[in-house]
C-alpha cells in the first residue's frame, strides 16, 4: 500500500483543514489508518484512528471535538477534518496503516506511512 497525504498548509488560529490520505492499491478496505503528528520537539503522536470499516474511531483527548476522521473505501481515501485549530496543532501530519481490526496506538504496528503534510496554525 502506498500513501499519499495532501491538503496542509497555513491558517490562522480557529480556522479549519481538511487532510486527505489516498491509498493505492486493492487491500486499503483491510487496513486500519491513523492520523500521526509530529511537531518540533515532540514525538510523533496518534491524533485520530479509524478502522478498517470505518465504524470506530479514536482521538486524542487534545483533538476531540475539534478533528474528525472518516473515510471512503470506495475512493481508497481516509480524511482528516480539522476545526478550531490552535497553534498548538502545527505539525507535520502523517497517515499510516496497519492490518489490525482496531486502532492501534503505538506508531511502531503501521505497517505504510505517507510522506507527511505540513500544517501551520499561526496565532
Known amino acids: 500500500v502506498q500513501l499519499q497525504a495532501s491538503g496542509g498548509g497555513l491558517v490562522q488560529a480557529g480556522g479549519s483543514l481538511r487532510l486527505s490520505c489516498a491509498a493505492s492499491?486493492?487491500?486499503?478496505?483491510?487496513?486500519?489508518m491513523g492520523w500521526f503528528r509530529r511537531a518540533p520537539g515532540k514525538e510523533r503522536e496518534l491524533v485520530a484512528g479509524i478502522n478498517w470499516n470505518g465504524g470506530s474511531t479514536y482521538y486524542a483527548d487534545s483533538v476531540k471535538g475539534r478533528f474528525t476522521t472518516s473515510r471512503d473505501n470506495a475512493k481508497n481515501t481516509v480524511y482528516l477534518q480539522m476545526n478550531s485549530l490552535k497553534p498548538e496543532d502545527t505539525a507535520v501530519y502523517y497517515c499510516?496503516?496497519?492490518?489490525?481490526?482496531?486502532?492501534?496506538?503505538?506508531?511502531?504496528?503501521?505497517?505504510?506511512w505517507g510522506q507527511g503534510t505540513q500544517v501551520t496554525v499561526s496565532s
Open positions: 499510516a496503516a496497519g492490518r489490525f481490526s482496531n486502532i492501534v496506538v503505538a506508531d511502531s504496528k503501521y505497517d505504510y
Open positions: 492499491g486493492r487491500a486499503f478496505s483491510l487496513y486500519s
